[in-house]
């Protein structure tokens, strides 16, 4: 699924947080979305999941403007794990992940043999299988934040977008999640605090500060060290590591600029 925003702002007690974004993601990217901290990530990635309303512009899936869609009708399209999430703590994991059928469920019916079967994939495919059974609030915080992943693939919905899921998550969870969102044919648009993550597993980074979409394109084009300094005020430059992926080194903070 394709998924496009034209000069999208929202603003919130008069503070413009999200200004005048464009964006043109294609269906089967995995697109990272960057940006220091209160730049307006999560509120772009809420207002493409149609939990904002935007003060301006317009979101598309696919060419149609979601604007007066339903929680529902757009659940069935796109899947959005966020950064901190409620959820009921008597359930079971399994109960949780199963939250993900919720869209394609009619009245009162309960779990159909095939929702079933997508809830086991969805746990297997996050490694939760042994814990289905396990009450929520006996969950870890990286176990949780799988179970958050595991509940938005039971979506099974065309595109993904998802809100610093690596939180929370230890090195080998990281790297199997980065992998998955890499090979997907889902469309997927991740907020990432981790360059390297990004330059390594996105086909594209979209790059905001201030609000703004500064940038947009391959990792390598957009992290320049120029870039990297104004931006996040690092010293830092994208390169292979010793293993020949594309990693950013950082060198520390950047210098304080000297104008004039
Ligand atoms: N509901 C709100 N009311 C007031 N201010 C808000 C609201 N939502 C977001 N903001 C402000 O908008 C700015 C952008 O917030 P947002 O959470 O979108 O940033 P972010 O890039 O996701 O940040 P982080 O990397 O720290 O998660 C911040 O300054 C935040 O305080």
């Known amino acids: ?18 200004r005048d974004v464009g964006l043109d993601i294609a269906a089967g990217e995995t697109v990272g979305l960057l940006g220091p901290n209160g730049s307006g990530k999560s509120s772009l990635l809420r207002c493409l999941a149609g939990l904002r309303t935007p003060s301006a512009g317009t979101v598309r899936y696919d060419g149609e403007a979601i604007g007066d869609w ?23 994991v399994t109960d949780v992940v199963g939250l993900g059928r919720t869209p394609f ?6 779990p159909t043999a095939e929702d079933r079967a997508v809830v086991a994939a969805a746990l297997d495919r996050t490694g939760l299988t042994a814990l289905a059974d396990r009450p929520w609030k006996a969950l870890s915080g990286g176990e949780r934040q799988r179970a958050h992943i595991a509940r938005a693939l039971a979506q099974r919905t065309w595109c993904l977008l998802l809100d610093e899921p690596t939180n929370h998550l230890d090195v080998r969870h990281q790297l ?36 703004r979409l500064v940038a947009a ?27 020949g992926n594309p990693a950013v080194a950082y060198r520390g903070v950047a210098a304080p600029r000297v104008d004039g």
């Open 70 to 92: 339903s929680a529902r009708r757009i659940a069935r399209r796109v899947a959005f794990v966020e950064q901190t999430t409620g959820t009921d703590s008597e359930l079971r």
């Open 176 to 211: 199997e999640l980065m992998e998955l969102l890499a090979r997907t044919e889902q469309t997927v648009l991740v907020a990432l605090h981790d360059l390297s993550l990004a330059a390594r597993f996105c086909d594209r980074v979209l790059l905001m500060d201030q609000g």
């Open 105 to 110: 469920r009619d009245g009162w019916r309960g």
């Open 1 to 18: 699924m394709r998924i496009t925003a034209e000069r999208l702002s929202w603003s919130v007690s008069g503070t413009t947080v999200v």
């Open 217 to 243: 394109g391959v990792p390598g084009n957009v992290l320049s060290p120029d870039r990297l300094a104004e931006v996040f005020q690092v010293d830092a430059e994208v390169g292979p590591d010793s293993l």
